[in-house]
């Protein structure tokens, strides 16, 4: 094999980059923390894209597209959002560079200061209300349901692709009501959209719950999120989606004359996902071979290897895969056929399956022969031979199948994965384990930080479901009354 | 009408902003020169961008995400370039704020300075090509032709909405060659692809040609471009696509060791549009009236307006409609059923007429007992009563009849709007009323550069059609010897 991938086993945080990196997915830039999306990987994040794209339309959303930069005078206006944003951002101070006059190359131009300052936007709450503004009169106006692809920055110390990068892409719904009630009701709908994408696309099998207040969004009244658990039992924060109240409403005095003829102010919603779904798509299913898709996310469903010895050989079974990708694409599905002739069978299937193909084809000359092929799926990495007729149905099933599989295999992680823990002693042990512990909590920001400090867990979410976790007990740290249990893991 | 819109006769550039604005396609913002694009404006953009990441993926290109942020050194190391960029762009020097330690607000850290100031890219080059050098060590590396969506930041003076504005979207492709031959002709075939796209699905007859050495991208060898008229006879360059020659493989050290074993220099093109095409399709297009979209182009296809009293006949009318959409959509066309209560038909009709929807149906109480709607084109503003009966396949032809009258209307007026010129006295006069002049040039820059400075006109293009302009002559300034005529022009 070419691309020698590191072992789950022995160094799981080395498999994940390996992963990345060598799958060509992304890899890092000369920028510090900001990363190269490889067309490999952006091609999997269009799928997301269009995918979600698609969902958000269907719920009456429409895109838009706001600023890059942020006047530094609108972060404060909220005055949480400015404590969660301002540590951590690339300010433009200058709008011109000159030729050095002391030397070789260009500086800033200190004649070209800004009067104020512009950040980059880390997040676009700010400068979309200060719009929004001038868009809101009336009751006739609302609801605005606006989404938006964009890139945004925040200017993390440690950085790891996909997950935490100083730059990445993402998508930003940010919608304004005239009652409470719409705006919750909207952040729970996004929050569900999500996690249907998740399951349904991704193969994810994700909690929804909402975050303790000391975990919320920075100037949100309720952050819902969705959590997935990764196969080093760490959690991974995968989308969320916000109540921001009448805060953002108030900071740009955003009122509306309601049916009624009173001013009121308007209420407030934003939602996002963004490419560290990438890496979360890596952890979750990848194995010890490399990268596992989902077929629904493959930008290559099928891939197709000749095996030959002469020119002759090498010819009749193209030909012949030429006629049967037709046919499966004809099906929808997405195939490439590997012709490359400088490269030995073996050697490309290692490649294919570092990259996740969920089906392989090969073809030799005995398979010509007889009419049949060799099918290999990447998710259980089984083989068999099957005949050439009727290919096209067969291989959309077992695409079926493989998604429904990599889904269910996650699944039964995630659940095996989810331990109720009471006492306080069992907790520091099981953590160590990884997985979700699903625990009684006194509800208060003290003892939930005097956890992390201790063991590094914290609060991933209060599941909605309240099946799982409604029941009367003890808090597990200070012993106190609790009503319903959360989720506690350490995290991404 | 609710929102008057200045006429073209009395003041062509309010009459554009009136559109703009008035129509929803954009605003400005309060980050100076920066503009919010609508999400009826982004829509139109949504479709550019599909149909040509459809285009540019059926010539066998890919996508990929390349970062914001530019090391300053990285604009210096092409010569050229950082002449044409370093003047105008936004530089990130910290990346942090802090509270403001003498009032409220937040300021710079000034510990949070960065060691090298980071560009927010004006185009991407350089990155790009410092990423390359990783990308390429052999022929068997190459091409490589990848393209990126993206943003850029280009800190002009006197901005207007999508015409020049601070940031703007757009696409760049850039791509890695082997050969001399094969970069030039790929700069030509995507000339092509962005001269098809103008043509098909924008209605903008464009003239394709190289620009003068003059006007060239900083750091090309030769810049192809596509060049449209505006109706107040002004040109508007689309798009360009360049050939750069080894420069930046030079500037970045980026060789490949090719077939017989030599070390050779990569060759390169980059090409792209920009949401500056929003404002060519105002420009082309729109009348006293609104915007004419072109029906490819258009969000919403066909827009339907009920007519009635009563609530009796309002909920059969709108019945009807339902039906009738359900059929457009079955022929893959956009429909809206405009049902609000609180507006007069007129109001709605001026409405759709300024947001430039390419068909208008209305109904009647009298309609609806005859079997019949009224249809209003937007493009020649005719009506007619036709059967309900077959409208899907009617609807089908007539939207297919305005894409090609919008088209057929702006190439009348472009070819009247070519006139040879061969003397310097009927040159100053004929430019004064716009248009494309025909002109001998003796090829100097210095020339050029008079000719500019006496009439505002600049050389758009020397088309690549030889039959147009190969022929021998005088210069129409230095009376010097010309072997082929140019395209002069005023220009946004």
Avoid at 36 to 55: F, Q, R
Avoid at 382 to 404: H, M, N, S
Wanted: glycine share 6%; hydrophobic share 40%; aromatic share 8%.
């Amino acid at each position: 094999m070419a691309k020698e991938v590191t072992k789950r086993a022995d160094n799981y945080s080395q498999w994940y980059d390996d992963l990345v990196v060598k799958a060509d997915l992304a890899e890092r830039s000369a920028v510090r923390g900001c990363m190269v999306i490889k067309p490999y990987g952006y091609a999997i994040w269009e799928k997301m894209h269009d995918t979600l794209d698609k969902m958000f339309k269907d719920t009456g959303h429409v895109n838009a597209y706001f600023p890059l930069f942020i006047p530094k005078s609108f972060l404060s206006r909220e005055a949480e959002h400015v404590e969660g944003f301002a540590k951590e951002c690339a300010v433009v101070t200058h709008h011109r560079l000159m030729t050095n006059p002391d030397g070789p190359g260009v500086v800033v131009d200190p004649s070209a200061r800004l009067e104020e300052e512009l950040v980059v936007r880390p997040t676009s709450e700010t400068i979309i209300w200060n719009t929004y503004k001038n868009w809101i009169t009336s009751w006739r106006d609302l609801p605005i349901l606006c989404n938006q692809w964009a890139n945004v920055v925040r200017w993390e110390m440690r950085t790891r692709l996909f997950l935490r990068t100083a730059e990445f892409l993402w998508q930003e719904g940010h919608t304004a009501h005239a009652t409470r009630e719409e705006a919750e009701a909207e952040a729970m709908k996004m929050i569900n959209v999500y996690a249907d994408f998740a399951r349904n696309t991704l193969a994810l099998p994700v909690v929804v719950g909402h975050k303790s207040p000391n975990e919320r969004f920075a100037g949100a009244l309720d952050t819902l999120c969705i959590e997935a658990l990764m196969q080093d039992g760490k959690a991974l924060q995968a989308g969320t989606s916000h109540f921001l109240g009448q805060n953002f409403a108030k900071a740009f005095d955003v009122q509306y004359t309601s049916k009624e003829g009173k001013q009121e102010y308007v209420w407030a919603t934003s939602w996002g996902v963004s490419t560290r779904l990438m890496g979360a798509l890596v952890m979750a299913h990848g194995d010890d071979n490399g990268l596992v898709l989902p077929p629904r996310l493959a930008p290559i469903q099928v891939v197709m290897v000749p095996i030959y010895k002469s020119e002759e050989e090498r010819n009749a079974i193209l030909d012949k895969m030429d006629e049967l990708k037709r046919e499966l694409e004809a099906h929808g599905h997405t195939v490439k056929i590997d012709d490359r002739d400088t490269l030995r069978p073996g050697f490309k299937f290692a490649e294919w399956e570092l990259k996740g193909v969920p089906v392989r084809i090969a073809i030799g000359p005995r398979d010509l022969q007889n009419g049949e092929v060799e099918l290999a799926r990447r998710d259980t990495l089984e083989k068999c031979q099957v005949p050439q007729e009727g290919l096209g149905k067969r291989i959309e099933d077992l695409l079926e199948e493989i998604q429904a599989n990599i889904y269910a295999k996650a699944l039964k992680f995630r659940d095996e994965s989810i331990i109720k823990v009471d006492t306080w002693e069992d907790f520091k042990e099981k953590i160590e384990n990884g997985g979700f512990l699903l625990c009684h909590w006194d509800g208060t920001t003290e003892t939930e930080e005097r956890i992390k400090e201790e063991t590094k867990a914290t609060i991933r979410c209060i599941p909605i479901d309240s099946a799982v976790c409604e029941e009367e007990g003890k808090c597990i740290y200070s012993g106190r009354p609790s009503h319903r249990r959360v989720l506690f893991a350490r995290s991404y």
